[in-house]
Every structure is written in structure tokens, then in C-alpha cells.
């Protein structure tokens, strides 16, 4: 049976838009070899969302839309295509190809298509850990990222989806691990970083490797013992899970090293003072507002007279951005 009836097959609906159409030539190019992509039964489908942390609200529009794969060759073509390309030299930094949404229209499976190659890749991205020795605890709270992505594209836009489509890739690939507050990504030493590393003697060549941070908005405040536990974790974490990878630096790309904060929040809060275990380099010239925006309020659309004040954190991002002000992305780093 082809694809449903009055919807084109999806890799032809993902040729009519360019960005998709450069995807599938790359799922395409020679190398990638074949990975055996099977999704949970109808029957199991529902625990295995639940385990992700995906909404419950999210559960019943995914269960409906899995056995499109099994009466639809093209979209099951497409999957395996889309996994093989996921899981593409697995375990290594900067690999893979990232899965996307597709451009096709009314269908819903077009928006939730990533969500099935995670599921799909969720057996492999299991066994690496396994293979790496890392506890199952670490392996379903990075691997929840999932369920924090969709509850996010929800919050935003009233459906299922995942915001945004290729971020999940990192925690599936093994590349990127919730520990404790703060998640750590495996990475080459950031862009407008490695002189600095490299000049205080912490790194020796700028494709060195760091421990990129990423602060979730879902797991409390940002206080230093939270983030103390977190950094004691990682260092034992990459000592014992990757001991043939050497982690000498912590380092951040985000809007909440923007220095402004240090003037606009109290000097003991706890944004600051995860500002000040940082050596900081140049930040982004061109301005990013819709970043703290989206990560305080959640939903980088909303108008900037309409942001609440009801905390210091609202009041600083909404008090500056209604006086003209504009939010810049600060990089920093630090010895791990």
C-alpha cells in the first residue's frame, strides 16, 4: 500500500522544500550504512512515551499516527533512511545527521516525523550506553529530553512536535548527558573560546575537547550547590564513561552569561553567580532577544509589553528589552 490516500509520499512532499530536500541528499550520499529501525507495537508504544517523559496529552496523537508506517512503504522507507543517517558513526562528536520535520501540510505526521526516528533509534542509543557502562539512571533522564522538547513545542503551538526537530539527536548519539541540574555535551572547544583556552594553558589545540553546558528551564533554580553536584558528577561521569576522551575545560554558549545581568539582577542571585565561575570571552555580536524570552517565559513571541513581572529574573529581561535594551549570547569557560 502507498501513502495515505490525498497525502503525497513523504519523501516527495520533503523534495518540494529545499532545506529537506539537502537532508535527503545527505541521508542519500554513500557510507551510510543500513540500521534495522523498528518501532514499539501499538501495545508497547504508550510506556515507552511515558518513559520519555512525553506529555500524556501527546500519547494519544503519536499512538494514532504509528501504524502510518506499517501501511505506508514510503514513510517506512523514510524512517529507516532517517535512522541509519541518526546513528551514522554513533558515539562519535559531530556526527550523524539530525532528523527534521517534513513540509507537509495539514498531515501531522509531517511535524511529529523526528519523534519517530528517536523512537526508532531508541534500541541502538540503549545499547551504547550499555556498552559505555553508563548507568540507567543518566540514560533515561538525557534521553527524557525528548518528552522536554514536545512539551515545549506544545506549550508554544498547541500540538505535537519538537522544538527544536534536531536537538534530541545530541542525547541519542550519546553526545549529550543530563547530569544532575545541567546536562553536558560532548564537544570541540567553542567557536571565539579556544584562544583563550589555549593562551591560559588549559588546552593545547583548538580542536581540544570541552564539556559544553546547557541549563534546562524545568529543574529548579540555578543554585551553586546544584550546579557544584552537577560539575562533580561530569568529572566522574567523562573520567569512567569516555577515559580515552580527556575533558580539561567546562565552557557555555548562552544568553545567561550576558554580562548586562550583573547590573540588573542583585550581585548574589544565583544567575550571577553562575556568571562568575566563568572566564569570559567575546559575546555574539548581533543581538539574540528572543532567547531569554523564550527560555524565561516560554514563548519567544510574546510581545515585550505583555511580559509578566512577577520575578527579578521577568523583571530584567522585559524592564530591558521595553527601554530599548537589546540580549547578546556571552561565551565563557572554565577548568573542569
Same mark, same amino acid.
Given at each position: 500500500?502507498?501513502?495515505?490516500?490525498?497525502?503525497?509520499?513523504?519523501?516527495?512532499?520533503?523534495?518540494?522544500?529545499?532545506?529537506?530536500?539537502?537532508?535527503?541528499?545527505?541521508?542519500?550520499?554513500?557510507?551510510?550504512?543500513?540500521?534495522?529501525?523498528?518501532?514499539?507495537?501499538?501495545?508497547?508504544?504508550?510506556?515507552?512515551?511515558?518513559?520519555?517523559?512525553?506529555?500524556?496529552?501527546?500519547?494519544?496523537?503519536?499512538?494514532?499516527?504509528?501504524?502510518?508506517?506499517?501501511?505506508?512503504?514510503?514513510?517506512?522507507?523514510?524512517?529507516?533512511?532517517?535512522?541509519?543517517?541518526?546513528?551514522?558513526?554513533?558515539?562519535?562528536?559531530?556526527?550523524?545527521?539530525?532528523?527534521?520535520?517534513?513540509?507537509?501540510?495539514?498531515?501531522?505526521?509531517?511535524?511529529?516525523?523526528?519523534?519517530?526516528?528517536?523512537?526508532?533509534?531508541?534500541?541502538?542509543?540503549?545499547?551504547?550506553?550499555?556498552?559505555?557502562?553508563?548507568?540507567?539512571?543518566?540514560?533515561?533522564?538525557?534521553?527524557?529530553?525528548?518528552?522536554?522538547?514536545?512539551?515545549?513545542?506544545?506549550?508554544?503551538?498547541?500540538?505535537?512536535?519538537?522544538?527544536?526537530?534536531?536537538?534530541?539527536?545530541?542525547?541519542?548519539?550519546?553526545?549529550?548527558?543530563?547530569?544532575?541540574?545541567?546536562?553536558?555535551?560532548?564537544?570541540?572547544?567553542?567557536?571565539?573560546?579556544?584562544?583563550?583556552?589555549?593562551?591560559?594553558?588549559?588546552?593545547?589545540?583548538?580542536?581540544?575537547?570541552?564539556?559544553?553546558?546547557?541549563?534546562?528551564?524545568?529543574?529548579?533554580?540555578?543554585?551553586?550547590?546544584? *550546579?557544584?553536584?552537577?560539575?562533580?558528577?561530569?568529572?566522574?561521569?567523562?573520567?569512567?564513561?569516555?577515559?580515552?576522551?580527556?575533558?580539561?575545560?567546562?565552557? *557555555?554558549?548562552?544568553?545567561?552569561?550576558?554580562?548586562?545581568?550583573?547590573?540588573?539582577?542583585?550581585?548574589?542571585?544565583?544567575?550571577?553567580?553562575?556568571?562568575?565561575?566563568?572566564?569570559?570571552?567575546?559575546?555574539?555580536?548581533?543581538?539574540?532577544?528572543?532567547?531569554?524570552?523564550?527560555?524565561?517565559?516560554?514563548?519567544?513571541?510574546?510581545?515585550?509589553?505583555?511580559?509578566?513581572?512577577?520575578?527579578?529574573?521577568?523583571?530584567?529581561?522585559?524592564?530591558?528589552?521595553?527601554?530599548?535594551?537589546?540580549?547578546?549570547?556571552?561565551?565563557?569557560?572554565?577548568?573542569?
Amino acid at each position: 500500500m502507498g501513502a495515505e490516500r490525498g497525502k503525497p509520499p513523504l519523501d516527495e512532499a520533503a523534495r518540494t522544500d529545499e532545506q529537506s530536500a539537502r537532508w535527503l541528499a545527505a541521508l542519500e550520499a554513500p557510507g551510510i550504512a543500513p540500521v534495522r529501525a523498528e518501532l514499539p507495537s501499538v501495545d508497547d508504544l504508550p510506556d515507552v512515551l511515558l518513559g520519555l517523559a512525553v506529555p500524556h496529552e501527546a500519547v494519544a496523537e503519536l499512538l494514532a499516527l504509528r501504524d502510518r508506517f506499517d501501511r505506508d512503504p514510503s514513510a517506512r522507507l523514510l524512517l529507516e533512511r532517517a535512522v541509519a543517517g541518526l546513528l551514522h558513526r554513533p558515539d562519535e562528536i559531530g556526527g550523524g545527521i539530525a532528523p527534521q520535520t517534513l513540509p507537509t501540510g495539514d498531515d501531522p505526521l509531517g511535524r511529529c516525523f523526528p519523534i519517530f526516528v528517536y523512537l526508532a533509534a531508541l534500541p541502538h542509543t540503549r545499547a551504547l550506553h550499555r556498552t559505555r557502562g553508563i548507568e540507567d539512571e543518566v540514560s533515561r533522564a538525557s534521553l527524557a529530553d525528548l518528552g522536554r522538547q514536545i512539551a515545549v513545542h506544545r506549550r508554544r503551538h498547541g500540538e505535537t512536535g519538537t522544538t527544536p526537530p534536531g536537538w534530541c539527536s545530541l542525547a541519542f548519539r550519546g553526545e549529550l548527558y543530563q547530569l544532575g541540574r545541567l546536562q553536558f555535551q560532548r564537544a570541540h572547544l567553542l567557536e571565539g573560546l579556544a584562544p583563550l583556552v589555549i593562551a591560559a594553558g588549559s588546552a593545547s589545540d583548538p580542536t581540544d575537547l570541552c564539556a559544553s553546558l546547557h541549563i534546562p528551564d524545568f529543574r529548579g533554580p540555578l543554585s551553586p550547590e546544584v *550546579c557544584d553536584r552537577s560539575l562533580e558528577r561530569a568529572r566522574s561521569f567523562f573520567a569512567r564513561h569516555y577515559p580515552e576522551e580527556r575533558y580539561r575545560t567546562a565552557a *557555555c554558549s548562552s544568553w545567561l552569561l550576558d554580562t548586562q545581568l550583573r547590573t540588573l539582577l542583585r550581585p548574589g542571585s544565583n544567575i550571577v553567580r553562575f556568571q562568575e565561575r566563568f572566564r569570559l570571552g567575546p559575546p555574539d555580536s548581533e543581538p539574540d532577544d528572543h532567547s531569554p524570552v523564550a527560555f524565561v517565559f516560554g514563548d519567544p513571541t510574546v510581545a515585550w509589553d505583555d511580559l509578566p513581572r512577577r520575578t527579578s529574573v521577568e523583571r530584567a529581561i522585559g524592564d530591558h528589552l521595553r527601554s530599548g535594551g537589546h540580549w547578546y549570547h556571552g561565551r565563557g569557560w572554565f577548568p573542569l
